[in-house]
């Protein structure tokens, strides 16, 4: 009972303090607190993105009944939140239409759908303890965490995008488009990291 309880209170706490940040980084996307001047050092930016990863990152360490509830997920469990990334069409989307340059946009949403569309399937197969499924779910976190670490890079650095192009980018520091690199992003980056620490730590099934 008692670790029912502890799950059902990591759920609530993970969940309430998501909701804060997600609303604090909308009101500070309003006041342009994630705009910054592209000039030859990425410190600001670098600071906004590692901030909300560095914020969940000691929510897992410092609050017991989060990292109980994130120790008790399955593999299968922390995989399939990774299909919500189809919001990666989004990006080819503002790319069709010239909002966001192709050097960002395309690596970015093509490497999002591919992640989402293999989730499920990764997940089932876990669920099912079909063979190689472990090892399938290594490759899809290992690329995964690939996946976002280039578009971060960049969204930051502007590799591939032309100097010319790098303001486009800026939608990206204003909401709600913000929600995305400042909550989510985190978010699954940690998922990665959790799912990969019980692959190499956790008995196989």
């Given at each position: 009972m008692n670790s029912t309880k502890?799950?059902?209170?990591?759920?609530?706490v993970a969940?309430?303090?998501?909701?804060?940040?997600?609303?604090?980084?909308?009101?500070?996307s309003t006041l342009g607190f994630y705009e910054y001047q592209r000039n030859d050092s990425h410190i600001s930016v670098i600071i906004t993105v590692l901030t909300p990863t560095v914020f969940f990152a000691m929510l897992y360490v410092f609050f017991p009944a989060i990292k109980?509830?994130?120790r008790n997920l399955s593999l299968a469990m922390l995989t399939l939140p990774h299909a919500w990334r189809t919001v990666g069409f989004t990006f080819l989307a503002l790319w069709f239409y010239e909002i966001l340059p192709a050097g960002f946009a395309a690596p970015a949403g093509f490497g999002d759908f591919v992640i989402?569309?293999?989730?499920?399937?990764?997940?089932v197969s876990l669920w099912l303890k079909w063979s190689g499924a472990i090892r399938y779910a290594l490759w899809f976190n290992i690329l995964g965490l690939l996946d976002?670490?280039?578009?971060?890079?960049?969204?930051?650095?502007?590799?591939?995008v032309p100097i010319e192009r790098m303001v486009d980018i800026d939608p990206m520091t204003a909401f709600p488009m913000v929600i995305i690199p400042a909550v989510f992003v985190p978010?699954?980056?940690?998922a990665h990291v959790i799912s990969l620490v019980k692959i190499v730590t956790e008995p196989r099934f």
């Amino acid at each position: 009972m008692n670790s029912t309880k502890t799950t059902y209170g990591g759920v609530i706490v993970a969940i309430m303090l998501s909701i804060v940040w997600m609303l604090v980084t909308a009101t500070l996307s309003t006041l342009g607190f994630y705009e910054y001047q592209r000039n030859d050092s990425h410190i600001s930016v670098i600071i906004t993105v590692l901030t909300p990863t560095v914020f969940f990152a000691m929510l897992y360490v410092f609050f017991p009944a989060i990292k109980s509830w994130t120790r008790n997920l399955s593999l299968a469990m922390l995989t399939l939140p990774h299909a919500w990334r189809t919001v990666g069409f989004t990006f080819l989307a503002l790319w069709f239409y010239e909002i966001l340059p192709a050097g960002f946009a395309a690596p970015a949403g093509f490497g999002d759908f591919v992640i989402a569309i293999a989730a499920p399937f990764i997940a089932v197969s876990l669920w099912l303890k079909w063979s190689g499924a472990i090892r399938y779910a290594l490759w899809f976190n290992i690329l995964g965490l690939l996946d976002l670490f280039f578009a971060l890079l960049t969204g930051m650095t502007g590799f591939g995008v032309p100097i010319e192009r790098m303001v486009d980018i800026d939608p990206m520091t204003a909401f709600p488009m913000v929600i995305i690199p400042a909550v989510f992003v985190p978010l699954l980056v940690l998922a990665h990291v959790i799912s990969l620490v019980k692959i190499v730590t956790e008995p196989r099934f």
